[in-house]
């Protein structure tokens, strides 16, 4: 492995989190802190806060209006419905929308303010552990979902262990991380490099939004091999503009730059985010 820099205290230009080492693994290009910095207050030191408050750029109605759609790709892709377990259940959009489609569901929220908002929105079953400590029967599910959640945890690998493992054959899991191999990460940490800093702009693993790993089409793609899950599906896309925000002409340069590099991100496979749906092999 090698250092790609610092991130967080110190080493961000708003003083957020805590000063991390930053580093690569040469091997599969994953990225990740080291030595990695655990909340000493548990995962309610991140998220222990008003659901709507850490998810106020995303609005209800388009969540909704999601789910029904990536409820529609399962269902093509398992020709049918199941049995759901949408992991980061967040406010419950999903598995409220699952629900009313005819789906069987359960929820995991490790936040356990999200999870009371997730329980009440939905009506399903939400539990506040790890999918490791659920005990769940081998081949449970037909369906797993983990939107924009991998990047969070703290033993990602394991997680996927696990979800392999209640996953049934021919079951398909959906991933949605952001692609740290993307345009925006490189011009980014090259534009550090330009200003005289070891900074980087990779992951945030000590403030919001606390991405942990980063991972990038060759790491994504080799975790799920490991655990016996191949892309059936597999989309690399821009997103919206991550816009800084700060006042005066450099604030106005980096927001102009940053709209620019999210629409060059559209070739090829610069974007700044990756979905894919898996099925278990």
Known sequence: MYR???RGGLAHRAGLGVECEVWRCQACGLI????????LGGLDQHYGVDA???????????KDLSAFDLLGQAEELIQGKGKLLDIGAGRGELLRAARAAGWEV????????FAKVAAGYSGATIRSEPVERCGFPNGSFDCVVLGAVL??????DETMREISRILRKGGVVFLDVPNENGLYFKIGNLYQKLRGRDWVVNIAPTFSPFHIFGFGPRSLRALLAKHRLEPLRWRVY??????????GIAGKIEMVAAHAVTALSRLDSLGTYIETWAIKT
């Open 52 to 62: 709507d408050e850490y998810f106020e750029h995303h609005l209800r109605d388009d």
């Open 4 to 6: 790609l820099g610092r």
């Open 106 to 113: 359960e929820g995991i929220e490790p936040s356990s303010q």
């Open 32 to 39: 990740f802190p080291n030595p990695m910095p655990f909340p």
């Open 151 to 156: 990047e969070h945890l703290y033993n990602p």
């Open 238 to 247: 821009p997103g919206r503009a991550m816009v800084p925000s700060r006042s």
